[in-house]
Each structure stands twice: as C-alpha cells, then as structure tokens.
C-alpha cells in the first residue's frame, strides 16, 4: 500500500514538472493555487510535447485525437497528426540500460555490431539495425520505456 502510494505521489510530481516544463501557463497556475479565471487549454505545441513527455499512453491518446476532428480544432489535429509517424526517440543511452537490464548475456556477447541509431521510432517501440555474432543482421526492436513490460524482438 504504502509503495504504490508513493508510485502515484511520483507520478503526479512527475506530471507536475511536465506541465511546468512545457509552460501551460493555465495549468500551472491551477495546480500551485492562484486564480486561474476562465479555462483554457494549451498551444497545440505545448499539448504535444506534455503528451511525449508523459509517455507511450499518452502518445497514443495524442494519436487517437488527432483522428478527431469533430473534438479539436484544425490546427490541434495537424499538430497531433504528426504523432503518428514523428515521434521523438528516445536516447540510445536509456535503451541501452532497458536492453542489458532484459538479456542474459552482455550485449558484446550478442551482437557483433548495433547502430545507435534508431531508424524508426513509434509511440511503443523503436527499432535499431545489428547484427549478431554470427554475421545475420537483425531489425532489434525494443519498447519505449514506461512499457510496462520490455521485450527485444529479432527480425
């Protein structure tokens, strides 16, 4: 009880900071307790990267909404709309830590070769070439974190 108290109380902190990173002026006056007068929601930019920023869910939801056009104007969904084949990937040096942390062996046990570079990043996963000890290159697809499970795919 108490861990999963504290998982939610981080998790709220980590939205918090989110919002006030991305200067959704609305919000972070609602949530630090002034008088926020008539709602508003924020820029289109600014409601994208909160989305990015909070995770593989929340891309998805920008995704579903930006399919929406009877839910938000026209330049929300050109916005959102670019969450559908432009999502941020996420640095080689996390993924990195999320590949190791899974695999039984050491990567350099593995693969003779990886490049860092993602050649397609989505909303779940993202996808790196290599290629195993053997000379057989393989597509490594590995999922975003905040997935709550992980898996390495070879294709």
Excluded at 61 to 67: A, M, N, P, V
Excluded at 84 to 109: D, G, K, T, Y
Excluded at 132 to 143: C, F, H, I, N, S
């Amino acid at each position: 009880m108490l861990s999963s108290l504290t998982a939610t109380n981080s998790r709220r902190a980590e939205i918090v900071e989110i919002v006030f990173r991305n200067g959704w002026g609305y919000m972070k006056t609602l949530l630090t307790g002034g008088k926020t007068g008539e709602p508003d929601i924020p820029t289109p930019e600014v409601l994208r990267n909160i989305l990015v920023d909070l995770g593989p869910v929340y891309v998805k939801l920008g995704q579903l909404l930006s399919t929406r056009p009877d839910l938000l104007p026209a330049d929300y969904i050109n916005t959102l709309s670019s969450l559908q084949a432009n999502v941020p990937a996420v640095p080689w040096s996390e993924v990195e830590i999320l590949i190791r942390q899974q695999l039984s062996q050491p990567l350099e046990e593995i693969f003779s070769d990886i490049n860092t570079e993602c050649v397609a990043a989505g909303s779940i996963a993202q996808t790196y070439k290599a290629t195993l000890k053997d000379g057989t290159e393989v597509a490594l697809k590995v999922q975003r974190p905040g997935i709550d499970r992980f898996h390495c795919i070879f294709y």
